[in-house]
């Protein structure tokens, strides 16, 4: 990719990270569409093998995790002089987070499709960690929302307290040891017989994809939005990522009962990749090739990434739930491979429809607030504004 200089890295607006969040919310909802607890006996082995191929899928999570430790990091260290900075920075993310979470929640406990014990561990952020106590994951997407709140909790006290040096030396500490939690993790579950992989849930076996968007956006300031090195990271990471995934192959990587290496690693290489892409997303969107990352259908998924991802779920049970009703001898998620398809589509749209409402009728009422309640940074402080 040739890159040629024009705007600076970190603007005001920043187009191509929609797209980003565009991609990872579709890697979700095509993963909870094709491979997440459906039955699989019924489709032919080429069928097959692109239904087990979707479980990548799940790794948009990631995605999301290396985007949100970027924007976040880089939108406190923009922040740091001001007077406002604790206050403006929570405020803001309630503001964002809290009111379309909180309507989830009540939506699950008037239909009843999740249990109250789960439903109470949530409504505090901690539903990543139920499993802990004995209480299944009934409504599985709100766990990433828990590591992101544990995230912004922690995470701008350290940025505050902390050089940028030191703050891109821990980020490394974290990259490095979440693997080793992984690992340890593992061999606690094996000792039962059986792994059970939500330990991956739990926020110190996830903050390495945090900690992997954090790190580039250290780089990215202190080598003053350089874009050979910019480039040179990118690549580095991306070419990194495939020979970490190759070399771990035949230790179980690939498989959901594997070795503790494989399992200790096995979201690793996709954290690394993720933040390699974003860095190339970045610089194409700032030259003359902005063109092949400025995707309207994946800018439009990215605005209503947040309320897709709380609510595709409880979608898809509806869809579900209505057509076992109007055919009960087969349960649509068995059987044909057009059936999968047809569930795909329909109940996606149903999802996209909702959440665009969600964004336009209710999300935005609250958005606007934002900058009643905590007024915009001055003019020499717009990247700060940008990355918020």
Not at 85 to 98: N, S
Not at 167 to 180: K, R, T
Not at 187 to 212: H, K, P
Request: net charge positive.
């Amino acid at each position: 990719m040739k890159v040629t200089p024009s705007d600076p890295i970190l603007r005001p607006v920043m187009p191509e990270l929609d797209v980003i969040r565009g991609l990872a919310i579709l890697m979700v909802v095509i993963y909870h569409a094709f491979y997440w607890q459906n039955d699989m006996h019924g489709l032919t082995r080429v069928q097959k093998l692109f239904v087990y191929a979707t479980w990548t899928g799940r790794m948009g999570v990631n995605l999301f995790f290396v985007l949100s430790g970027f924007l976040i990091t880089g939108l406190l260290l923009q922040s740091i002089q001001r007077s406002d900075y604790y206050r403006r920075f929570y405020l803001r993310r309630a503001l964002r987070i809290i009111p379309a979470y909180y309507a989830t929640l009540l939506i699950l406990a008037i239909c009843r499709q999740s249990t109250w014990a789960y439903l109470a561990f949530s409504s505090v952020y901690l539903s990543n960690i139920s499993p802990l106590f004995g209480v299944a994951m009934s409504y599985p997407v709100f766990w990433s929302l828990a590591v992101e709140e544990h995230f912004y909790m922690v995470w701008p006290m350290i940025v505050r307290h902390t050089t940028p040096k030191r703050l891109a030396i821990l980020s490394v500490a974290i990259i490095v040891v979440s693997p080793l939690l992984r690992w340890l993790s593992f061999i606690i579950e094996a000792r039962s017989g059986n792994v059970f992989y939500t330990f991956n849930n739990y926020t110190w076996n996830s903050a390495d994809g945090l900690a992997c968007g954090a790190l580039l956006v250290i780089v990215l300031r202190e080598c003053e939005e350089n874009r050979t090195k910019l480039l040179l990271f990118s690549c580095v990471a991306i070419f990194g990522a495939a020979v970490m995934w190759v070399a771990c192959i035949p230790f179980g990587i690939l498989q959901r009962q594997g070795t503790p290496i494989g399992a200790a690693l096995q979201i690793t290489p996709w954290n690394m990749g993720f933040t390699g892409l974003l860095g190339l997303f970045l610089l194409a969107g700032t030259s003359r090739w902005r063109g092949l990352v400025l995707w309207p259908a994946f800018r439009y998924l990215g605005r209503i990434s947040y309320g897709l991802y709380l609510i595709h779920l409880l979608v898809f049970d509806a869809y579900d739930a209505v057509v076992y009703r109007l055919s009960s001898q087969v349960h649509v998620t068995s059987g044909t491979f057009s059936a999968l398809c047809i569930r795909f589509v329909v109940a996606t749209c149903g999802a996209v429809a909702v959440a665009h409402i969600s964004r336009e009728y209710y999300e935005n009422f609250f958005l606007t607030l934002k900058d009643r309640f905590t007024p915009s940074p001055e003019m020499n402080d717009s990247k700060a504004k940008a990355i918020a």
